[in-house]
């Protein structure tokens, strides 16, 4: 099959590779659709990632598509059923596993290879992280699970609740995601972002409010006038940058709570106020990942009409086309995300 390989560095290949041979517990995956995201946007500037991908490796991870060959000990799947399959599984033992923090699992299995013509899903994956398609989806939207799966848990984790202003910090595609779901949630919405075409697209996808502007004071001064100078309940940050993580906590009222979303380069280290932190007794929290549960919420939000590939999706093309992508991708081509279609 062909089958795009990390080598390194803004190395990617699309070649010719080995028909993975499934387990009794497995199931083989022809791939209608993988979506590009920032994640794999940095994994190829880097050539690696530190958890997920030592080169060579297999590449891609948000994915929907057919069944076409099931193990025989699968019971729930079927050769022709329409699936989405998230990018890894919990063990359900270890010690974080028992106190419901699958996310945090000592042993989180993860499958790449997405961005290929079939995709192997292992059996832990296949039983604990995989779900049908409804006919209404299109596997593009399917194939966003995964990512919003991650942002679900997120917002979760802050506590935020039906009529409160919440501030995104960042407009790239799990910035919107984040928009889509507290919008759903019944929430007040701030986008802050560098660029003004994806501050007005995250507008467009629901925002109450959107602040344009370069410089982190400035945002923090532009939405807390939005709040007449008291603050947000819940501010996320949505980039992965110190300054911004700073800033995300310079924006909230008192008690209330910021979620450093975005990783940060291996090495980064941020610094805030402890006179802020104690007298305003804020709520500093991180979320990483996803669980099988927020996987599930995701894909009903999707089946809902909540969130939606034409809210992320701004181009298809073929597998052989992956390399150019991702590197137009990394020059910031205004492009949100891309439908890689085998």
């Not at 299995?109 to 209404?136: K, Q, S, W």
């Not at 409160?164 to 919405?189: E, H, N, Q």
């Amino acid at each position: 099959m062909q089958a795009a390989v990390l080598y390194g560095k803004e190395d990617v290949r699309v070649e010719r590779v080995e028909l993975t041979q499934i387990g009794p517990g497995d199931l083989l995956v022809r791939v209608g659709a993988a979506l590009t995201c920032g994640t794999d946007v940095k994994v190829f500037q880097r050539g690696y990632h530190a958890r997920m991908i030592v080169p060579p490796s297999p590449f891609g991870h948000e994915f929907a598509g057919e069944v076409v060959a099931v193990g025989r000990e699968v019971e729930r799947f079927r050769v022709g059923d329409r699936v989405v399959a998230s990018n890894s599984a919990p063990c359900g033992n270890c010690f974080y596993c028992k106190r419901h923090q699958a996310n945090l699992c000592e042993d989180l299995l993860f499958n790449n290879g997405a961005y290929a013509e079939y995709l192997c899903v292992p059996r832990r994956i296949v039983e604990r992280n995989t779900y049908h398609v409804p006919d209404l989806l299109s596997d593009t939207d399917a194939a966003l699970m995964e990512p919003l799966a991650c942002a679900v848990l997120a917002l979760n984790e802050t506590g935020a609740a039906k009529g409160d202003t919440v501030a995104v910090i960042g407009p790239g595609p799990i910035g919107i995601m984040f928009v889509k779901l507290a919008k759903s949630r019944g929430m007040r919405v701030i986008i802050s972002g560098r660029r003004q075409a994806q501050v007005d697209r995250a507008l467009d996808a629901g925002a109450d409010h959107g602040v344009t502007t370069e410089i982190p004071e400035e945002a923090v001064a532009h939405i807390r006038a939005l709040t007449d100078g008291r603050g947000v309940d819940v501010a996320i940050e949505a980039v992965g940058k110190p300054e911004l993580w700073r800033a995300a906590a310079q924006t909230l009222r008192r008690g209330g709570t910021v979620n450093f979303f975005g990783g940060c380069p291996r090495g980064s280290e941020v610094s805030l106020p402890t006179e802020l932190l104690h007298y305003s007794g804020l709520r500093t929290i991180a979320s990483f990942h996803h669980t099988p549960a927020t996987n599930r919420a995701a894909l009903d939000h999707i089946i809902a009409g909540d969130v939606r590939a034409r809210d992320f999706v701004g181009d298809e093309r073929p597998l052989a086309a992956l390399p150019d992508v991702l590197a137009a991708l990394a020059k910031r081509n205004g492009v949100l995300k891309t439908a890689i279609v085998p």
